[in-house]
């Protein structure tokens, strides 16, 4: 029995569309840059929210409404949503996915009963990815969300919750394998922590590192070539996360010997926790060669947490497309809708608006992106900005031609600093307006 019966495959039907559930500006095909918009963007689902998410907050009981899904715990149950979830993929046309493994199996009394519960959804994942063709972005274990990680998983005072989540990432990698997985992702939901007074924090970070390192012997032990990757995010739920925003996971990376295997998973919600632009940290992350994936979704500056909502701004992901182009793109990464419908917006059929706007907004943002770099306008500008290092004082500084003493020398002899140019930032702006307008 079809889950979207009323939803056929979504199609592009240009700019002038008035169709709901047909796409204006994504054209899969479509070569822009010289390759076809499906590659920038690798575009993949998140099973928990499209799957799992209720619409319930701390002031309120789940509104969504899911005629495939009972609420139960079972294995018949999770094997319902799995079959729901590749017709959605199907339907909207997305090539890839990402999972939880708690997402997709409920526990058991039991890691070996809940490894079993896993392996028996595993296969009916793999039968619909035979079926359809999508394919898996990456996959992650769930170290958060159960009462044994109160205090972390890989950094938790208790060892036994360390070896729990060892194990439980052990199995993940294997199923991400088995899968085909084209990545793996850690994010450190309790990684961290909420009181000065009781934490040891060298020894929460050692052992998160020996943790990581361990999974980069088992991948290689298995056979696992996919790209690790971390998730940054500053707070929720720990007051202190380690995993704070890309460069303090480039530094950890960094310190513990773990650089030549990670790269970077980048959040838009949790950029803006960590008081960043979302295209701050993936510039920050690419010019340091960690630039990997990005979890695609927006917060609401007026409140103050992770509220994980579709992307609807231009501005917004053309800023995301110009650094994407700039280093060359994002594979094996994609753009993974880690984003939630609203709790006002509970029928099945919201789950395809919400997605058909956001694969949408990253089309335009592309196109308006390779504009800006084909014309060239705004390039001359930063260049003009930064003339003064092109020649003479400059370009010798850079060339690594001068210290302290001959920089004295030469501001002794001129004397004081000549006027600079305007940063014409009004400038700049209005020219990107011209392209979105």
Same mark, same amino acid.
């Given at each position: 029995?079809?889950?979207?019966p009323e @939803?056929?495959?979504i199609?592009?039907e240009g700019?002038?569309?008035r169709n709901?559930?047909?796409?204006r500006?994504?054209?899969?095909?479509?070569?822009?840059e010289?390759k076809p918009m499906?590659?920038?963007?690798?575009?993949?689902?998140a099973?928990?929210?499209?799957?799992?998410g209720t619409g319930?907050?701390?002031?309120g009981a789940?509104?969504?409404?899911?005629? #495939?899904?009972t609420?139960?715990n079972?294995i +018949?149950?999770?094997?319902?949503r @799995?079959k729901?979830f590749f017709e959605?993929?199907?339907?909207?046309?997305a090539? $890839?996915f990402?999972?939880?493994?708690?997402?997709v199996?409920? +526990?058991?009394k039991?890691?070996a009963?809940?490894?079993?519960?896993? &392996?028996a959804? /595993?296969?009916?994942?793999?039968?619909e990815m035979?079926?359809?063709?999508v394919?898996?972005l #990456?996959?992650?274990?769930n170290?958060f969300?159960?009462?044994r990680?109160?205090?972390?998983?890989?950094t938790s005072?208790?060892?036994?919750a360390?070896?729990?989540?060892?194990? !439980?990432?052990?199995?993940?990698?294997?199923?991400?394998k088995?899968?085909g997985g084209a990545g %793996?992702? $850690? #994010?450190?939901?309790r990684?961290g %922590?909420q009181s000065?007074?009781?934490?040891?924090?060298?020894?929460?970070?050692?052992?998160l590192?020996?943790?990581l390192?361990?999974?980069?012997?088992?991948?290689?032990?298995i056979?696992?070539?996919g !790209?690790? %990757?971390?998730?940054?995010?500053?707070?929720?739920?720990?007051?202190h !996360?380690y995993?704070?925003?890309?460069?303090?996971?480039?530094?950890?990376?960094?310190?513990?010997g773990?650089e030549?295997y $990670?790269?970077?998973?980048?959040e838009?919600?949790h950029?803006?926790?960590a008081g960043?632009? @979302?295209?701050?940290e993936?510039e920050?992350?690419?010019?340091q060669?960690?630039l990997?994936?990005?979890?695609?979704?927006?917060?609401?500056?007026l409140?103050g947490?992770?509220?994980?909502?579709f992307?609807?701004?231009?501005?917004?992901?053309t800023k995301?497309m110009?650094?994407?182009l700039k280093y060359?793109?994002?594979?094996p990464g994609?753009?993974?809708?880690d984003a939630k /419908?609203?709790?006002e917006?509970f029928?099945?059929? &919201?789950?395809?608006?919400?997605?058909i706007g956001?694969?949408d907004?990253?089309?335009?943002?592309l196109?308006?992106?390779a504009?800006i770099?084909?014309?060239g306008?705004l390039?001359?500008?930063?260049?003009e900005? %930064?003339?003064? #290092?092109d020649?003479?004082?400059?370009?010798e500084?850079?060339?690594?031609?001068?210290n302290?003493?001959?920089?004295e020398k030469?501001?002794?002899?001129?004397g004081?600093?000549?006027?600079n140019?305007s940063?014409? !930032?009004?400038?700049?702006e209005?020219?990107?307006?011209?392209?979105?307008f």
């Open positions: 029995m079809a889950a979207f @939803v056929s495959k199609r592009y700019p002038d569309s709901p559930l047909a796409f500006h994504y054209n899969p095909d479509e070569l822009v010289g499906k590659e920038h963007f690798r575009f993949s689902v099973f928990w929210h499209t799957m799992r319930a907050d701390p002031f789940p509104t969504m409404i899911r005629p #495939w899904d609420g139960e079972t +018949e149950n999770a094997i319902n @799995v729901a959605f993929c199907e339907k909207l046309g090539p $890839f990402c999972f939880h493994d708690r997402d199996a409920p +526990e058991g039991t890691l009963e809940t490894n079993k519960n896993l &392996d959804v /595993v296969k009916v994942i793999k039968e035979d079926r359809t063709g394919k898996l #990456w996959g992650t274990a170290l969300s159960n009462p990680y109160v205090h972390g998983a890989a005072c208790n060892a036994d360390f070896a729990y989540a060892a194990a !439980q990432v052990k199995k993940a990698l294997e199923v991400t088995e899968l %793996y992702v $850690f #994010w450190g939901g990684e %922590y000065f007074w009781n934490t040891d924090m060298k020894r929460e970070l050692d052992n590192a020996r943790f390192h361990m999974a980069v012997d088992y991948a290689k032990e056979g696992f070539t !790209q690790f %990757y971390i998730e940054p995010k500053p707070k929720e739920p720990t007051k !996360q995993d704070f925003d890309a460069a303090a996971c480039i530094n950890f990376l960094r310190t513990y773990l030549k $990670f790269k970077l998973n980048i838009t919600n950029a803006t926790l960043h632009n @979302v295209e701050h993936l920050y992350a690419g010019m060669g960690f990997g994936s990005v979890d695609a979704n927006t917060g609401d500056l409140l947490w992770d509220t994980d909502q992307p609807t701004d231009v501005y917004l992901t995301i110009l650094v994407f060359g793109g994002i594979a994609g753009v993974n809708f /419908v609203r709790r917006s029928e099945p059929i &919201d789950l395809f608006y919400a997605h956001g694969m907004c990253f089309a335009k943002g196109k308006v992106a504009a770099r084909a014309d306008e390039a001359r500008l930063l260049k900005r %930064y003339s003064s #290092w020649t003479g004082i400059g370009a500084i850079e060339a690594g031609k001068h302290f003493k001959t920089l030469y501001m002794l002899e001129k004081d600093v000549s006027p140019k940063g014409r !930032q009004e400038l700049f209005n020219i990107v307006n011209r392209y979105i």
